[in-house]
């Protein structure tokens, strides 16, 4: 491919709107352009990076018994009316209508559409068991999109759909995809932790996150440093590893806390620590007020409290809405003699003793304060964060608390679709039974960010091998002096006729862009040819992702190039 302002558009600026490396960098390296929000062309390099990624999960899900289809991406209303995620599923989806008035919607995803496809065929046992999967474009009204590939209305996905005549069979498939995911991160070069996560709008039993560890991730992860275990933020189980208020107890005691409304003000200031205090969280749900007590020293689980309230409609209680409340003296909540106020405690609570509260009135605090005495924890319910320091439940070393970028996603279904669909087949003993399903996509335009966000330094991308849209960079320095010239061109064809995917850049700019060019575009193998080509007939090679230089004759520099590109990892 040769190297130009369309192929290739790179930008100097970074783009207004990038927060994070791998949008900024995918944008200035000229691998895609933003349309609108949420929604990018893929232009020839990145299409090309794109197409590696894919290709990769390809290999891997056929690798693993899969069978490729193509779904269409419009899919009509009825089906998911009779699965009853047409409502389920909210504004999230994108909806349209045809010139006749019937609805329709652009796919998020499919289980509907394959399950209605192998239902049709009314498969027997000796059919089963199916997995189906497919690479395609797919669909989300986002509310804010954003992160480039990160948080799109429209990107690609790979979702697979597999079909069982019982639920043995479905785990055996269910751990060859789990096997399966975990081999496509690694050809990627993707460090990704597995973890327990919930079902959601998907449904099902059972399923696991494939989670990319990265501080730009908008998931928590919390994971043994031991053992396997890690589970999401709404999910996770923790042992505390330091104790929460004291051994012996203390008579209840109100004290003057003036002005002092945080954790740590009002530790200090009682010359004690958070891990003494109570905190309260307040939130609002609908016309409720919610007081949720969680030990000072953790964060509180939004996810959890979701959970344990059986709705996420809820948000927390803003200044405008303090006196829709007047029962609450908001920054001095506690538990002891609070009323009017739906109140939920943290597990840890229970049993607890020597702790700090806000007493219900401005400006005092009560200390000393011992559950089942002053105050009893009901309900209790596991709503606060793990936290550096906790131990692992099965194996009890330490536990870590991160962000990750969550890339796929595997549900153990069982029957929730095909009993509404009423997909069935036909038993060993001739009864018609429900099909036991699994479910398991992997984001493919979110792999291919995570990987940049995983593979850059300062001056752009540093592509993996596998994942390079392009084998070797060829950059022939002055165009203007034929030598170069048709040495460049040499190497070009040489390394595409050894089956190499090349870029030439001999266009007529300074030296400096066109190094700063390579090195923002990432491309593995870097060949350059310059005054040392014309002078002493010797051509420079550099790889991108170490900063290695070296230095070979003119003169059979394809091996050279050849054993280099071999030589990285
Ligand atoms: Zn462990």
Not at 15 to 31: K, T
Not at 66 to 80: F, G, K, S
Not at 354 to 359: H, N, R, T, Y
Not at 452 to 458: A, G, L, P, R
Request: negative net charge; hydrophobic residues 40%; aromatic residues 8%.
């Amino acid at each position: 491919m040769n190297f130009s302002r369309v192929t290739v558009p790179t930008l100097k600026e970074k783009p207004a709107d990038a927060e994070i490396a791998s949008h900024e960098l995918l944008i200035r390296a000229g691998m895609m352009r933003n349309v609108a929000a949420g929604i990018y062309t893929f232009l020839p390099l990145g299409a090309s990076a794109l197409a590696k990624v894919e290709n990769i999960v390809r290999e891997e899900m056929n690798r693993a018994g899969a069978c490729e289809i193509v779904l269409p991406n419009l899919h009509p209303a009825e089906a998911w009316r009779e699965s009853g995620r047409w409502f389920q599923y909210g504004q999230e989806m994108m909806r349209l209508t045809d010139r006749q008035g019937r609805a329709f919607c652009l796919g998020p995803t499919a289980e509907e559409l394959v399950t209605l496809a192998v239902a049709k065929s009314a498969p027997s046992y000796r059919d089963l068991p199916v997995n189906l999967y497919q690479i395609q474009t797919k669909y989300r009204d986002e509310i804010r999109p954003r992160f480039g590939l990160l948080r799109c209305r429209e990107f690609r996905m790979k979702d697979a759909y597999s079909f069982h005549a019982s639920y043995e069979d479905l785990d055996a498939t269910y751990k060859r995809m789990y096997e399966a995911y975990v081999a496509m991160a690694k050809r990627c070069s993707l460090d990704v932790r597995v973890v327990e996560a919930p079902t959601g709008l998907i449904g099902g039993d059972v399923s696991h996150e494939f989670m990319v560890l990265s501080g730009v991730g908008e998931d928590i992860v919390v994971h043994c440093l031991n053992c396997d275990y890690g589970a999401n933020a709404e999910l996770e189980k923790h042992q505390p590893g330091r104790r929460f208020g004291t051994d012996s107890s203390y008579p209840l005691e109100e004290v003057h806390t003036p002005g002092l409304v945080s954790v740590t003000e009002v530790a200090s200031f009682l010359d004690s620590s958070a891990n003494n205090v109570i905190k309260c969280v307040l939130y609002v749900a609908g016309d409720e007020l919610i007081a949720a007590f969680v030990p000072g020293y953790r964060e509180l689980s939004e996810v959890k409290l979701a959970r344990a309230l059986g709705t996420d409609n809820f948000h927390p209680m803003r200044e405008d809405e303090r006196e829709l409340f007047p029962q609450v003296t908001v920054g001095f909540v506690g538990p002891v003699g609070l009323s009017g106020v739906r109140a939920l405690f943290d597990e840890e609570l229970k049993g607890k003793k020597g702790l700090i509260c806000g007493a219900n009135r401005l400006d005092y605090h009560y200390r000393g304060v011992e559950e089942g005495r002053d105050f009893k924890a009901e309900p209790l319910v596991d709503i606060a964060l793990a936290t550096d320091g906790d131990r692992c439940v099965v194996c009890g070393s330490e536990l870590i608390v991160t962000r990750g970028i969550e890339i796929g996603h595997i549900f153990k279904l069982g029957e929730k679709y095909s009993k509404p669909l009423n997909a069935l087949f036909t038993d060993a003993d001739g009864s018609l039974k429900p099909i036991v399903m699994g479910t398991y996509g992997i984001g493919t335009s979110r792999m291919l960010a995570t990987i940049v966000e995983q593979h850059h330094d300062e001056k752009g991308i540093k592509w993996p091998k596998a994942i390079a849209p392009v084998d070797v960079e060829v950059i022939t320095l002055n165009p203007d002096r034929e030598e170069q010239l048709i040495a460049g061109r040499e190497i070009y064809e040489n390394m595409i006729k050894a089956g190499f995917s090349v870029l030439l850049d001999e266009r007529e700019l300074s030296a400096g862009v066109k190094f700063n060019d390579a090195d923002l575009i990432g491309i593995p193998v870097q060949v350059i040819i310059g005054r040392k080509t014309s002078e002493q007939r010797t051509i420079d090679l550099k790889v991108r992702y170490t900063g290695e230089r070296f230095e070979f004759p003119a003169d059979g520099i394809e091996e050279k190039i050849i054993k280099v590109f071999n030589d990285i990892c």
